[in-house]
């Protein structure tokens, strides 16, 4: 096994990359790209074994979850569906043999465009895709299926997509109960499940509406419920109901597992942002990236960096600026693109649009550029290796 301490796994539109931290996260080494430059919407690890996936695609290449066994040297791909390339090199056979173009079918044709998330739950893999579905895999990506549960929920005829389409971008399991997970499409909203993945409910609901309407946009809450085009789900530590989200109008907290949600905006400079991150030990703790707003451009406001935080469950925040940029900052920080480790003081990291990663080792109170002039990045996950191999 590497001697790396912290490995980030780092998901681009042109593959994945794994940035290796010593261990005093002070010194980071970056390799890559890996997954044959595919876009890489999500990168996750197992950190009893080591072993990483990666989802990602497109129309070119149909959809797919690569495998690495040996930390992201070398990897494997399970291609899902099929895209542009193959309907290319079928009808060209000198173009299929100077890519190595096989006829096997895919399992699930053109069914989907690409993989958006990727999670681990009750010893399961699931992969999020675009158009929103939910695949569940028994054998750690090798193959798939769809959790029809899901597919098939009451209201899925109802869902819109979001300005990305209609995406299902987040997959949180409650590491307590592997009967338990929460889901993120955009744009409807936040699903659980309480028994593996046979049944969900949407979970949406305002926990006072009265006090949390919030009107005047589209993506706002409205009629009893948070806005349904949410940007991302946290599962905080603790007894397993905290959740928070950062959906196209807010930030919110659920205190029962996602069946009432409260408005914990107040405080933050925009309404506006995508990732969120949850601290490993204290569920009163949380991260978040705001950006001005979606149709003023997308970065942070007045073009000065800050990852803001709250320690008393967003009931107040504070700007966490030192180290970070603030004169011209025009960069996004998209919804998979922060993480932390589980560390004392807890590590925390977030990728930009612009290629670069910054790494914090006191829980945001300073900040270091580890990376930069990676491509645009979509996705960082921390792998904290506990096996030997």
Known sequence: MSDAAVHLLVGTTKGAFVLDGDADRASW?????????????????DPATGTMWAGGGGD?????????????????????????????????????ASIGWSEEPAPFGDGFSQVWSLGRGGGRLYAGTKPATLLVSDD???????????????????????????????????????????????????????D???TWERRNDLADPADGEKGGHPAAASDGHTGFCVHHVEHAAGDGEVLYQQNHHGVWRSDDGGHHWH????????TFGFPLWAHPRDP????????????????????????????DAGASWEALRDGL?????????????????????????FGTNTGSVFASRDEGETWTEIARHLPTVLAVEVLEPTGRS
Not at 163 to 181: F, K, N, Q, S, Y
Request: aromatic share 10%; proline share 8%; charged share 20%.
């Open 60 to 96: 070119w290449s149909g959809a797919g979850v690569w495998r690495s066994d040996d930390r992201g040297h070398t990897w494997e791909l399970a291609k899902l569906t099929t895209g542009q390339v193959d309907a290319w090199a079928a009808d060209d056979p000198v173009f299929a």
């Open 284 to 311: 009163r703790t949380v991260w978040t990236v705001p950006l001005n707003g979606d149709t003023q451009g997308r970065y942070p406001p007045d073009a000065a960096a800050a990852v803001w935080r709250s320690r």
């Open 325 to 349: 940029p603030q004169e011209a900052c025009f960069f996004t920080v998209l919804r998979q693109g922060m993480s932390g480790d589980a560390q004392d003081p807890a590590g925390v990291y």
């Open 263 to 270: 408005d914990i905006t107040s405080g933050l400079p925009s």
């Open 29 to 45: 080494t970056v390799r890559g790209p890996y997954c044959g430059g595919w876009p890489v919407n999500h990168v996750i690890g």
């Open 140 to 194: 750690d990506g090798s193959t798939w299926e769809q959790v029809k549960g899901l597919t098939d929920h009451p209201s899925a005829p109802e869902w819109g997509p979001g300005a990305a389409g209609l995406v299902l971008h987040t997959i949180v399991a409650d590491p307590r109960d592997p009967e338990r997970m929460w889901v993120g499409i955009s744009a409807a909203g936040v699903f659980a499940t309480e």
């Open 196 to 198: 593996g993945g046979v």
